[in-house]
């Protein structure tokens, strides 16, 4: 192969013309019998490569070697292409027999489309905006994307022929949705939804049942997209696949149930848990993906402020205290917590966690998965901490007075205590305790340090653009962030989106933090405004240094309160 990386499109070019002429240049044409083709192919309405293939004058294969080395693009052949479940839910085979298109590879950037001719550029736009990606052409012969095609549709036809057998009450028959469960399409249809979601780094999985079919829905940078449509007769055994890999019961569709998969795809392994919950159309299906692969990171690379990454610091070298992250569910806050023990984790400190999951595997450190059906509660768990000679305690979040006090008591005792609350802002989290029951005092005197994050999708670098130098959001921005913003580049951006980010204009997120000292803590005690950066502070700056956008922050920080920096 040539260049795998060839142009989509090299701009307005008849190629077809372009190739008649080097065939006749070659000598593979004569100009008269072209000429003769000619004519027919007006007269029949059909493409002039079909009328040549079809009057024995240049086969399609010559015609797509020539036509390849044209435009430059590289030629497959596809006889013996196998079929991919992960490529049949990603582009409905419809999209491609009206395109006369066939995929064949998929990655985190781009995917690969053979055609019989690459100067389409409404096929090239229609399919980066179903796919979310770049599309690189390659050229094949009609007959071989036909034959390609065809052996895609009959692998759906046959899975479709397993789902018709699911007729009117047969959903309430055990033995018939355990063998459909079974059955090699459904299993093949769950595990091309599995391999979407995860081939493009969704967090969530939302397996739906809508009136006349059902949907998977992904969330990618904290928004829900729907990716692909179920057929509703086979949505029951997708259902039931769900329950028997998760260890549910299929039977009951009454109750809502919690269960967990381990799946492993592409020597990843992924901890998948599982809640179902009945609705008027059937039962809905939330999964979160967790790779298990995941591991630790460092604070530094958390991309903190100077001032925030300071204040975790000074937190981190106290003998004993509460260390508090705030935020809501998906805002990075078990990264963080993860990453200020990672600083701490040496053989000198016994380093002891109760989470719910345990998301993040790290060696030398002994973790503990909440388990309330069986009595193993973070109160519990805590309890039990203080009797195994811990120096450090990570309780994945204080959710009710009784863990606040074992949690303030372990601090007050010599151990350092890390934890997280559901709270907009680090300052709200000092009245959360409060309110508990814990007397303020022994709040001010335990809490070394409370962060607050969030996270905020990034500008797409491969086509954001650069921001009006009059647009008010440069003047939003700069007022926002703050006379104590770091200096630095100021070339604020805005998103326009390509095939690379989906037409989002975003790629990626990062967090936005802010966290107060044990002085700023003491401040919101006596209800003045601490002398720190905000969020939105922080948020700002990344809108002036080209990160993000002003729209992107007031989304994700609409409901943080305003207060100065």
């Known amino acids: 192969m040539r260049d795998a990386a060839a142009p989509a499109l090299a701009g307005p070019?008849?190629?077809?013309?372009?190739?008649?002429?080097?065939?006749v240049e070659e000598g593979r044409l004569q100009a008269k019998a072209l000429s003769e083709a000619r004519k027919l192919a007006a007269g029949a309405e059909t493409d002039i490569a079909a009328t040549l293939d079809r009057l024995g004058l240049v086969s399609q294969m010559t015609w797509s070697e020539a036509l390849a080395r044209i435009s430059g693009h590289d030629l497959v052949r596809l006889d013996d292409w196998p079929s991919d479940a992960a490529l049949d839910a990603a582009l409905p085979i419809e999209?491609?027999?009206?395109?006369?298109?066939?995929?064949?590879?998929?990655?985190?950037?781009?995917?690969?489309?053979?055609?019989?001719?690459?100067?389409?550029?409404?096929?090239?736009?229609?399919?980066?905006?179903?796919?979310?990606?770049?599309?690189?052409?390659?050229?094949?012969?009609?007959?071989?994307?036909?034959?390609?095609?065809?052996?895609?549709?009959?692998?759906?036809?046959?899975?479709?022929?397993?789902?018709?057998?699911?007729?009117?009450?047969?959903?309430?028959?055990?033995?018939t949705l355990i063998e459909l469960a079974n059955d090699a399409p459904t299993i093949r249809l769950v595990d091309s939804l599995f391999a979407r979601a995860i081939e493009r780094g969704a967090t969530d999985m939302h397996v739906e049942p809508l009136e006349r079919e059902?949907?998977?829905?992904?969330?990618?940078?904290?928004?829900?997209?729907?990716?692909?449509?179920?057929?509703?007769?086979?949505?029951?055994?997708?259902?039931?696949?769900?329950?028997?890999?998760?260890?549910l019961d299929i039977g009951e569709r009454r109750m809502p149930q919690d269960g967990r998969i381990r799946h492993r795809t592409q020597g990843r392994q992924f901890d998948v848990r599982v809640s179902t919950v009945p609705t008027v159309l059937g039962?809905?299906?939330?999964?979160?993906?967790?790779d298990m692969q995941h591991s630790a990171g460092s604070l530094d690379g958390l991309s903190m402020p100077a001032d925030v990454l300071a204040t975790y610091r000074a937190g981190l070298a106290q003998r004993s205290g509460l260390i508090i992250v705030t935020g809501p569910t998906g805002s990075g806050k078990t990264t963080t917590l993860h990453?200020?023990?990672?600083?701490?984790?040496?053989?000198?400190?016994?380093?002891?966690?109760?989470?719910?999951?345990?998301?993040?595997?790290?060696?030398?450190?002994?973790?503990?998965?909440?388990?309330?059906?069986?009595?193993?509660?973070?109160?519990?768990a805590l309890r039990t901490f203080l009797r195994q000679d811990p120096d450090v305690i990570m309780v994945g979040e204080i959710r009710d007075v009784e863990t606040a006090r074992v949690a303030i008591q372990a601090a007050l005792t010599g151990h350092v205590v890390f934890s997280t609350l559901h709270t907009n802002d680090?300052?709200?989290?000092?009245?959360?305790?409060?309110?508990?029951?814990?007397?303020?005092?022994?709040?001010?005197?335990?809490?070394?340090?409370?962060?607050?994050?969030?996270?905020?999708?990034?500008?797409?670098?491969?086509?954001?653009?650069?921001?009006p130098r009059n647009h008010p959001h440069r003047f939003i921005a700069e007022e926002a962030a703050g006379p104590g913003?770091?200096?630095?580049?100021?070339?604020?951006?805005?998103?326009?989106?390509?095939?690379?980010?989906?037409?989002?204009?975003?790629?990626?997120?990062?967090?936005?933090?802010?966290?107060?000292?044990?002085?700023?803590?003491?401040?919101?005690?006596?209800?003045?405004?601490?002398?720190?950066?905000?969020?939105?502070?922080h948020a700002m700056t990344l809108v002036l240094e080209g990160e993000t956008t002003v729209d992107e922050v007031l989304r994700v920080l609409d409901a943080v309160p305003r207060r100065a920096a």
Do not use: W
């Open 13 to 23: 070019r008849d190629l077809a013309n372009e190739t008649l002429a080097q065939l």
């Open 283 to 290: 039962e809905s299906i939330a999964m979160r993906l967790l």
């Open 485 to 537: 913003s770091p200096g630095g580049k100021r070339e604020p951006r805005q998103a326009r989106g390509c095939a690379h980010c989906g037409i989002t204009g975003y790629l990626g997120r990062r967090a936005v933090f802010e966290a107060l000292d044990p002085e700023a803590i003491r401040a919101v005690g006596r209800k003045d405004d601490p002398a720190s950066r905000s969020m939105l502070n």
């Open 214 to 247: 059902a949907r998977l829905r992904l969330r990618l940078d904290g928004l829900l997209i729907e990716d692909t449509r179920i057929p509703q007769e086979a949505y029951p055994a997708v259902v039931s696949r769900i329950k028997i890999l998760s260890g």
């Open 339 to 380: 990453a200020l023990l990672s600083e701490l984790n040496d053989a000198s400190r016994k380093i002891v966690t109760v989470e719910n999951p345990v998301e993040i595997r790290m060696p030398g450190i002994v973790q503990v998965e909440a388990n309330p059906q069986i009595g193993l509660t973070f109160a519990a």
């Open 426 to 467: 680090a300052a709200t989290a000092i009245p959360r305790l409060v309110d508990m029951g814990i007397e303020p005092y022994l709040v001010e005197a335990v809490l070394k340090v409370v962060g607050a994050q969030r996270l905020i999708r990034r500008l797409c670098p491969h086509c954001s653009e650069p921001l």
């Open 95 to 175: 999209f491609q027999e009206i395109h006369g298109a066939c995929l064949l590879a998929l990655d985190e950037r781009s995917a690969t489309l053979a055609v019989e001719t690459p100067d389409n550029p409404m096929l090239v736009k229609a399919a980066g905006l179903a796919l979310k990606r770049e599309i690189r052409l390659v050229v094949a012969p009609a007959r071989d994307i036909e034959a390609a095609l065809a052996r895609r549709r009959a692998a759906l036809e046959q899975e479709g022929e397993a789902y018709r057998v699911l007729t009117p009450g047969s959903e309430d028959n055990l033995d």
